[in-house]
């Protein structure tokens, strides 16, 4: 099957998911040929999100942010919630006695048992509402958002973790379900714990498979076919358990045999803190991986080919100043079905960068991710960037404070012109916008907007302009006890409207 019937399948599959409506009309008096028109973009009218637990310390302290753009043409009515996932055991999978209780909540409107009440109570368009957790009890949450809230509904978990394994700031975009996901950058070593956490929304069980490709191919597994995620409920996977040995680096591939999940990969560091290592962009011959902060001591590069042919990748970084290639790391030469890894150690030299990675010759789809380290000794901490599809028609980061963020924009073809709002405060301002240019081949980090009279937290929405496509990454800091604590968000299109044609009576279609 080519790749055009491929993107011809996804389209196709990603409108039917979609809640929305193909006006009718009456052919006009012209006497046209009844040929549908071009198809117009409309608001989506429902959207489903899915948050993993956030953390198994007992110290974690963790915030929800949720934010729905203002979208013109949204419906006026509407409804959005959470309800928690059943908790499953990271062993077995087999849900116990308390996970049973932990999914219990306040009633919702609908009769579902949902924690939108005691959690997170998402507010009106324009507006973020925020919402706590404690511990290590806080279950994954299944989020449904109908009308006016649907449209580019975003909603964001940020946990600090003041000791132990992956200590610092973890973050995570919470995300649509879906049946097929790519993480580059997980690992088995000594000193990391990654667990892969699968989300099922649905009200039937999903089926999911999971494979693990080292350096040297895909490695034996007796565990991780078949497995069964139950109706409303959350199971970690502990990667370790899922093959023998250690692999420094890995990547996971979570496939669905039935039903949907949400998917995302936490990885904890004994010595380096940890984060949410999120799903990479589908396989393309061409990937950029956006956000690379200034001031990163270590970057590692890890990237894979799903497919049957070896990919010769171009290794470059746009800078501020321009697109440059870091000496001695020109070229990866990533084998079939193999992973690879290389440390382009302090790549930014001091100017935050995006790294772009195209091909020498023949492209060959690839996925890939960074992990991205600041800090020194034992004061050192650990965030991931995966490679992220454009920005789009419109992207949205929820979770911004006064201080301690960045925006990151690349514009790795064409100069861009991009509009940044800043939403108003879940507690009180007034939105800001402002407008930023991005030369061609460059990154630009600039310090978002904040909103006039600012209190509590805001989103941001990045909608570009003119010129050619444009990559973001947010990049949120939290410094503790000398820790720089820091995680990054990539940000992509936010599906805040869907592409419906336009359909015309044909009667003819009920003659004989």
Known sequence: MNRTTLSLIAGT?????????????????????????????????????????????????????????????????????????????????????????????????????????????????????????????????????????????????????????????????????????????????????????????????????????????ELESATGEGITVQPHASEPILLSTLADGRQTNLTVHVTVRSGRVGAAVQALDDRLGGDWLAASADPAGSLVLPGIPKDATAVRLVAFAPGDADADLKVALASPSGTITPAGHETLHVKAGMTAAVDLDDVTRGEAGSLVLTPTGRAVPVVAALRVVRGEGDRQETAFIPATRPVGARATAADNRAEGGTLSLAAPGRAATVKVTASAGSEGGTAVSRTYTVRAGTTRDVEPPVPNGLKGTYALTVEPLTGGPVYAARTLTAPRDGVPGFTVQTLADDRGTVAVPEAEEDLSVLQD
């Open 13 to 217: 599959a990603a409108l039917a998911a979609v809640t929305g409506f193909a006006a009718l009309s009456a052919p006009d008096a012209s006497g046209t040929d009844g040929a549908a028109g071009a198809a117009a973009r409309l608001p989506v009218e429902r959207t489903g999100l899915l948050c993993p637990a956030p953390s198994t310390s007992d110290l974690a302290e963790t915030s929800y942010t949720s934010f729905t753009p203002v979208t013109k043409g949204a419906a006026g009515g509407g409804r959005a919630g959470f309800e928690a996932a059943a908790r499953e055991s990271a062993d077995t999978g087999a849900g116990d006695e308390k996970g049973e209780k932990d999914a219990k909540g306040a009633k919702g409107g609908d009769g579902r048992e949902t924690a939108g009440a005691s959690v997170l109570e998402p507010g009106k368009p324009g507006t973020p509402a925020t919402g706590e957790a404690s511990g290590a009890e806080s279950p994954a949450l299944v989020g449904i958002a109908e009308g006016k809230f649907a449209p580019g509904w975003t909603v964001q978990e940020t946990t600090e973790v003041a000791a132990g394994a992956g200590r610092g700031l973890q973050g995570v975009a919470c995300a649509a379900p879906d049946t097929d996901f790519w993480f580059p950058g997980a690992s088995t070593a000594a000193d990391r714990t990654d667990y892969v956490h699968l989300t099922n929304p649905d009200d039937s069980a999903a089926v999911v498979d999971i494979e693990l490709y080292g350096k040297d191919g």
